[in-house]
């Protein structure tokens, strides 16, 4: 067990994590909160820690997110964990405004459907940027699916 955790690096760090099939892009920074969600907890302590908010408060290497040293905001305490076991933290508000934004999109997508577009473009809620629609017709012929998403990658 590491009692000595050094804060070398306060740097951001981007790490790739797979979340329910699709690869997401999670950005770690010091003074930030997060989850703490292992992806496959086997030992005792990742069971232990799953679901505990953290606050980031450092990494212990320069250039690869070897470890992140974090407090615990339960118990003020200090912890080494791995920076791809963690998930930003989000309040009420951000996750309303983020299905606020999805609905927007659907509604959009409606809209387009309703003008007989096979495909087309928008506007993306999320940054303003030009989100794409395409209607695929599934094998069975008389079901069709709205296929949509960000060129910035916001949704898809």
Partial sequence: MTYRMTIISEVP??????????????NIQAGQKYIYEPEKPTKKRE????????????????????????????????????????????????????LDKLKEVFNLELELIKQEKDEGEFTCPFCGGIALFKLISLP?????????????NCFS
Avoid: H, M, W
Avoid at 13 to 26: A, L, N, S
Avoid at 142 to 151: A, D, F, H, Q, Y
């Fill in 13 to 26: 760090t981007v790490i790739t994590r797979r979340i329910d099939d699709k690869f997401v892009q999670i």
């Fill in 47 to 98: 069971r232990e820690n799953k679901g505990r908010i953290v606050e980031v408060l450092g990494f212990t290497d320069n250039f690869s997110p070897a470890g992140a040293i974090v407090k615990y905001l339960d118990n003020n305490r200090r912890g080494l964990v791995c920076p791809t076991d963690l998930l930003p933290y989000t309040t009420s508000e951000c996750v309303k405004n983020e």
């Fill in 140 to 152: 069975k012929g008389t079901e069709k699916r709205i296929v949509s998403r960000c060129k910035n």
